[in-house]
């Protein structure tokens, strides 16, 4: 359950949002690559803010995993209402999954009431979520320094790609390639975020010598001698480089057939009554 609700559900999360952006960013460079102006979010046909919600619906659904389902009494405080020391994990990533629910709300009130400055805004609140979801994994109270602690160290390498780009989107709006950055960066992040809970919890999975052993109420990976653990870290290293490896790939190819499907189209001068700012005129655009 632990490996099913706190991993694997995000990161499919993560990668199906990231691809959505990449696709989605390629295709607006694409048709009009001199009037291209980064979104926070993309809107549909159908429904202009499923984005948003899907980010609303899925937060909640893990904060509600992590709190009342994962626990075995279905609640994570004590009899004397603290937080046991073997929850501490679980409010930790319930706090992670806040921050994107109060990120998706706020984002789909800017866009509600019309709000000025609310593209800057919105990439602002996404800043704070990576922030956030940083300094959580940063200080995690699960294990530093074995296999675990190797799969979390990098994934805070992915995560502050991502808060990097996000900032510097809010100064650089017409940057395609920092949005393109940020797109993989999130891809990459689910991807990451699956494979931890696949390779670590799956036990016929864990490199040689290596096993899970029960502590404070979960699953930990542990090793039998320093040589085995180093091994495992150095393995951990090579996936890292290779699933790089294989999204920077996806990426560029993505960007050469969606580059061609949708061909530039020629420029018109768009009028925009109202705009009061240069930030509302790219908006409009």
Known sequence: ??????????????????????????????????????????????????????????????????????????????????IPTNHLHNFEHAMIALTFFVYASLALCFDLIKMKMRRSMTQILAGIAFAQEYLMFYVHSTDHMGIEGQYHWLLRLV???????????????????ISLVRSASLMFQGIWCIVMGIMIWIPYLLPKECYLNSEE???????????????????????????????TV????????????????????????GATNEEEDLEAK
């Not at 609303?56 to 709190?67: D, K, P, R, T």
């Not at 995560?159 to 390639?177: E, N, R």
């Not at 993505?254 to 001068?269: A, N, R, W």
Request: with cysteine; glycine share 8%.
């Open 1 to 82: 359950m632990g490996t099913l609700v706190g991993h694997v559900l995000p990161g499919l999360g993560f990668f199906l949002i990231g691809l959505w952006h990449l696709y989605n960013h390629i295709k607006l460079y694409s048709l009009r690559p001199k009037a291209y102006v980064a979104l926070s979010w993309f809107p549909t046909l159908k429904h202009r803010h499923l984005e948003l919600k899907v980010i609303l619906g899925g937060s909640l659904v893990f904060i509600v995993a992590e709190l009342f389902i994962g626990p075995a009494k279905h609640q994570p405080f004590d009899l004397d209402g603290t």
């Open 250 to 273: 996806f990426c560029m190819l993505s960007y050469i057939f969606i580059s061609k499907y949708y061909p530039e189209e020629p420029e018109y001068v768009l009028l925009v009554k």
């Open 159 to 177: 995560i502050m790609c991502c808060l990097a780009t996000t900032l510097i989107g809010i100064a650089l709006p017409k940057s395609f390639l």
């Open 217 to 247: 109420g979960h699953q930990v990976p542990r090793c039998h001698s320093d040589e085995a653990m180093h091994r495992a870290k150095a393995l951990v290293n090579i996936q890292f480089s290779l699933y790089l490896l294989v999204t």
